[in-house]
């Protein structure tokens, strides 16, 4: 759309959708084509979306980059595409999980690996188990947490399952058996199968964790297979060339000043530290968290940081946002958020060339009553620090993994049980920033 029409809205949501960025004709298999499908990931956009603004965004051999790479899908159809794909997480399970997305491995050694695991567990679980066992209980990190949300005997198996994987001498096939370990955790947990929310079901069907860890493990080595035979053998031999990820803060992206060429990111919605408890499975075995309110505190604009006082967010709704929300817990984790991407926006300028583009995925919601316009505030934050609006692309949410509503009151996601509570995010906008 033609930017001058957009200035005549009152609010984007004016702004008439376009259907051709929805993919909704896309099924859950083509949305998880190769590695995209190892892992269930929160609030990941699909990677059509990230291929699309790739292509028409940049050229072959490009700099692409995501601060806030989550599952890795940026960074994956950055290489696909033959560009450099740099991403950055503050999670370590997303940085984990886009090493290995990432990492090309000769099948022959997935499998051989993956035969040498499945005799040894099968053995281990069914002959010397209790030496086994204690031999686990050496290793899996003391954490009260595990023992919460995992029945004794489930804790048993998969700590035999954990302590084979780690004594894997290659770090890129461990880490690739790592990651199908870590898909399997909730449903070997009690945690309720079918919700986001960190609920408890005292009553859930019983799993066999090496049935489940094999059964994933054959998965991934077939999508593996497929991304292999997809990638240029040129990027596959100078892998570490063509992808740099990093478990770090979105504020400190490892790339020299004025040189890349595109930005695609979604960046974590406001109170994104909801998202750390559901990463908290994994975490909590690979031994990333000890105490989840810390955890929390690395999250873009988490309430549990310390107040900063007064702020400057280069965006007069931003404030009145703020100042709607009132001097609170809601109204400080707000701005922490705003402060933060601002930041963070300051960072991909640095990044970028002149004429670089950002294409950041963001929808809006309300939080507490109050409209929380993300989109709109981004916009006027980017062309106060230099950068100029080339788009706006408003598109329908067919599918996102996340929970649907959020309780008017409290802001927090919730069962979509009352027929009063609204869906939370059911379009979101792309903005195409062009830096001056």
């Given at each position: 759309m033609n930017y001058t029409k957009i200035l005549e809205q009152t609010t984007f949501s004016e702004i008439p959708i376009d259907y051709t960025w929805s993919f909704s004709h896309k099924t859950i298999k083509d949305t998880a084509y190769i590695t995209h499908g190892y892992y269930t990931y929160p609030a990941k956009f699909i990677p059509q979306l990230a291929a699309r603004l790739i292509q028409e965004n940049s050229k072959e051999g490009d700099i692409v980059i995501?601060?806030?790479?989550?599952?890795g899908t940026t960074v994956v159809e950055s290489i696909v595409h033959n560009r450099i794909g740099i991403g950055t997480d503050i999670n370590e399970i997303a940085y984990l999980l886009s090493k290995v997305k990432t990492t090309p491995i000769k099948i022959s050694d997935l499998l051989q690996e993956f035969s040498n695991l499945n005799f040894d567990l099968q053995s281990r679980l069914n002959g010397q188990y209790d030496y086994f066992l204690k031999k686990a209980e050496q290793i899996l990190p003391k954490n009260e947490r595990i023992d919460y949300w995992f029945l004794p005997q489930q804790k048993e198996k998969l700590s035999i399952i954990f302590t084979r994987i780690l004594e894997i001498k290659n770090n890129d096939i461990r880490d690739f058996f790592l990651?199908?370990?870590a898909q399997i955790l909730k449903s070997?947990?009690?945690?309720?199968?079918?919700?986001?929310?960190?609920?408890r079901d005292l009553h859930k069907k019983i799993y066999d964790p090496l049935t489940l860890f094999l059964k994933q493990s054959k998965?991934?080595?077939?999508?593996?297979?497929?991304?292999?035979?997809?990638?240029?053998?040129?990027?596959?031999?100078?892998?570490?060339?063509?992808?740099?990820?990093?478990?770090?803060?979105?504020?400190?992206?490892?790339?020299?000043?004025?040189t890349a060429t595109?930005?695609?990111?979604?960046p974590p919605y406001v109170t994104s530290y909801e998202y750390a408890d559901l990463h908290q499975l994994p975490s909590m075995w690979f031994g990333y968290l000890s105490e989840l309110s810390e955890f929390r505190k690395?999250?873009?604009g988490s309430a549990y940081k310390e107040d900063r006082g007064k702020i400057d967010?280069?965006?007069?709704?931003?404030?009145?946002?703020?100042?709607?929300?009132?001097?609170?817990?809601?109204?400080?984790?707000?701005?922490?958020?705003?402060?933060?991407m601002l930041e963070t926006f300051l960072e991909m300028k640095r990044v970028l060339k002149k004429g670089g583009r950002a294409c950041i995925v963001i929808g809006n919601t309300e939080f507490c009553g109050v409209q929380i316009l993300n989109a709109e505030v981004f916009q006027e934050q980017l062309e106060n620090i230099g950068f100029e609006t080339h788009d706006i692309i408003h598109r329908e949410i067919p599918s996102k993994m996340l929970p649907s509503t959020r309780?008017?009151?409290?802001?927090?996601?919730?069962?979509?049980?009352?027929?009063?509570l609204k869906l939370a995010y059911p379009t979101e906008y792309i903005l195409i920033m062009e830096k001056l």
């Open positions: 995501d601060p806030f790479m989550g599952s990651i199908a370990f070997c947990s009690i945690w309720l199968q079918k919700s986001v929310k960190p609920t998965k991934m080595i077939k999508k593996h297979s497929e991304f292999d035979r997809l990638l240029n053998q040129n990027i596959k031999d100078n892998i570490d060339k063509f992808r740099i990820v990093k478990c770090d803060d979105s504020r400190n992206v490892p790339c020299e000043n004025n595109l930005i695609v990111t979604s690395k999250f873009i967010l280069k965006s007069s709704l931003a404030e009145k946002i703020v100042l709607q929300l009132g001097e609170n817990k809601k109204g400080r984790e707000v701005k922490n958020y705003f402060a933060d309780d008017t009151n409290t802001g927090q996601f919730v069962k979509a049980t009352d027929k009063n």
